[in-house]
């Protein structure tokens, strides 16, 4: 609305009111920092293997040998789910026989941890999974918990949302296009008294306002962001897009256990590394297109990711190096999206289309769990379904509009256009119609 930032051009641009207006919307997500992340310890899963009780007879060999091994990473460990059958090896013990000498041990019969596990704590004294036994046969209980945890912070964020409400004015702009323009008054008089400026006499024309068809009051619901062809395309390819930026943020972040060194090292790293990310964000919204940012990130993020596996096993520095990198790129991504997702959809459904997306992306934190657990099978399997899956967004990225520099949209109908496959006219391949007018064939090309 050209005739909004026009007429409220007098408050400033970062004047106290601003700064307050910021401050609060900050505020209310600084609980969810406390939190967001906790669980990467209270549900680590500690190294762990299954419980010999004191009460079985074994001679200290026997008890040093009562877990088959596995080859893990070119190693021989422990088995995590698996012991001697200890009804075996309490009768080779009493028998005086050694084990890998008497005794055959790649023989002798398995059994599952009936007493329960033994687990390390090395790192962590207690986490739920030690407490609830969330492993081996019950190991998916462990991301199910966590994705309850992001179900909770789901919650959490709607309350508090709520309650920073109660003290944040509503937006003058969505009233005006609510047709509310004495309530619109009085914000902006109230944010001119803030910053020091006195308002003019008269703020908005009746009859200018008449003109842009402000004055005139419609109702919006959600399904508003699927009525035209237009926003339902934008509103899938936004789900698409937070959905994908939050399942590489939370599933990196939740990994941090799996990567080599110490956690707590690690964990503080991966968030130092979110400052220069949050930094390079901000420069790209001020000098470089909201598409190409976005895509640039993403593209940072997912093609690292897939270089994990191409990393030698005993170059363990270089692969938490390309975790962080990785990390640092969707981080920036994740703050842009925000900005971008505004600046796409009219003052109309703005925040409902921010919503939805912002659900989408709760989504992807609940369901981030699940690819971390993949890891199980193969180590590197979550990063290259988390890579593939963000270098395909940062392809679906480039088909959004672009809205750096553009005014923002008040209705619907002035929601730019998004991108598509462009059918363009060759001068190497016509074809002639019966009538006589000339039919080019096409060739396919990405809009800028």
Request: aromatic content about 10%; proline content about 5%.
């Amino acid at each position: 609305m050209s005739l909004y930032d026009d007429v409220t051009a007098f408050l400033g641009e970062w004047g106290p009111f601003q700064r307050l207006i910021f401050f609060l919307l900050s505020a209310s997500i600084i609980p969810n920092g406390f939190t967001g992340l906790s669980s990467v310890f209270l549900t680590a899963i500690p190294e762990h293997r299954c419980r010999v009780p004191d009460t079985v007879n074994l001679s200290s060999a026997w008890r040093n040998h009562s877990i088959p091994l596995e080859t893990k990473d070119g190693r021989q460990v422990p088995q995590k789910c698996r012991r001697y059958r200890l009804a075996a090896i309490a009768n080779f013990s009493a028998l005086g026989l050694e084990p890998g000498v008497d005794v055959d041990l790649e023989q002798l019969e398995q059994e599952n941890c009936l007493d329960g596990w033994e687990y390390s704590k090395d790192v962590f004294l207690s986490t739920i999974v030690t407490e609830w036994d969330l492993v081996c046969k019950d190991n998916w209980k462990g991301p199910f918990t966590t994705s309850l945890f992001y179900v909770g912070v789901l919650l959490g964020s709607f309350f508090s949302g709520q309650l920073s409400d109660r003290f944040i004015p509503e937006s003058p702009r969505w009233l005006i296009s609510q047709g509310r323009i004495k309530e619109a008054e009085v914000i902006i008089r109230r944010a001119a008294k803030i910053n020091g400026i006195v308002a003019p006499s008269t703020i908005f024309d009746p009859d200018e306002l008449q003109d842009s068809d402000s004055k005139t009051p419609q109702s919006h619901h959600i399904y508003d962001l699927i009525r035209t062809r237009n926003i339902r395309i934008l509103t899938i390819m936004s789900i698409i897009l937070w959905l994908t930026i939050s399942v590489g943020y939370f599933g990196l972040s939740l990994d941090t256990p799996n990567l080599h060194g110490n956690i707590y090292m690690n964990s503080f790293l991966l968030a130092a590394v979110e400052v220069p990310a949050y930094v390079l964000a901000w420069l790209l919204l001020q000098h470089v297109s909201r598409r190409y940012s976005m895509a640039g990130a993403l593209f940072l993020g997912g093609s690292v990711l897939l270089l994990m596996q191409l990393v030698p096993s005993d170059l363990l520095f270089l692969s938490t190096t390309l975790v962080m990198v990785g990390k640092f790129g969707i981080t920036s991504a994740y703050s842009m999206v925000y900005v971008y997702t505004a600046e796409l959809y009219p003052t109309v459904v703005r925040n409902m289309g921010v919503g939805v997306s912002s659900t989408a992306a709760r989504l992807g934190s609940i369901l981030s769990p699940y690819f971390v657990y993949l890891g199980t099978y193969n180590r590197f399997l979550p990063y290259v379904i988390m890579g593939s899956l963000t270098i395909l967004t940062a392809i679906i990225t480039l088909f959004f509009p672009e809205s750096s520099g553009a005014s923002l949209p008040d209705q619907i109908d002035q929601m730019q256009k998004v991108k598509k496959i462009k059918r363009r006219q060759t001068k190497n391949h016509k074809r002639m119609l019966k009538d006589g007018k000339e039919s080019p064939t096409v060739q396919k090309s990405t809009t800028s």
